[in-house]
Every structure is written in structure tokens, then in C-alpha cells.
């Protein structure tokens, strides 16, 4: 069974960076669409950022020329690199298919706080 495991996360201030990794063991991420996700409390998860086969990369309106998704093929690996953080972006972040199609990770914490 395949299993996600996100890392990266942690405590930045607003304005900062932070790039998180999402690790696939038993699958790869160049021949289906895989996908970030968020869920900040009290709220619905929500897809961030997709990127499909071809490389094609599609994001929400709120993270559009702040966030980059990319993935690394021989690594195997997820990745989203998030810049300008603002507070709003304070959630858990997740990594999927898309849609989703495997069991959720525990997810990485993201907080933006001063």
C-alpha cells in the first residue's frame, strides 16, 4: 500500500518561505496528477496546487505567484515551494493524487504567524 508522508513544515513569519516535500513510497509522481492540499481548522481540505503529466501546474487563485508545485523523478519526491507566506496560509498541508485516490498522510503543519 502506498503511503505519503509530508515534511516541511514549521513556524515562519509572514513574508517568509518554507518548501515542503511529499514522499511516495510504491508509487511515482510522473504518470498521474498529483496534487497539494490544505485544511486550515474549521475549514474543508482544498487542493492548493496540481501538476499533471507534461508538467502542466495549476493553483488556486489565493497561492498563484507565490507557490510553485514540482516534482522530482529520480527522488521520487513532491515537492511545494511556498513563498510570501501570509497568514491565511496557516493550515495543514497534505499531498494526493488528484483527485484523491490514496490514503491522506498526517499532513505537515504550516503556521504564518508574527
Known amino acids: 500500500q502506498v503511503q505519503l508522508v509530508e515534511s516541511g513544515g514549521g513556524l515562519v513569519q509572514p513574508g517568509g518561505s518554507l518548501r515542503l516535500s511529499c514522499a511516495a513510497s510504491?508509487?511515482?509522481?510522473?504518470?498521474?496528477?498529483w496534487a497539494w492540499y490544505r485544511q486550515a481548522p474549521g475549514k474543508q481540505r482544498d487542493v492548493v496546487a496540481s501538476i499533471i503529466r507534461g508538467g502542466s501546474t495549476n493553483y488556486d487563485d489565493s497561492v498563484k505567484g507565490r507557490f510553485t508545485i514540482s516534482g522530482d523523478k529520480v527522488k521520487n519526491t513532491l515537492y511545494l515551494q511556498m513563498n510570501t507566506l501570509k497568514p491565511d496560509d496557516t493550515a495543514i498541508y497534505y499531498c494526493n493524487t488528484a483527485p484523491p485516490t490514496m490514503t491522506w498522510g498526517q499532513g505537515t503543519q504550516v503556521t504564518v504567524s508574527s
Open positions: 510504491g508509487s511515482t509522481f510522473v504518470d498521474i496528477p
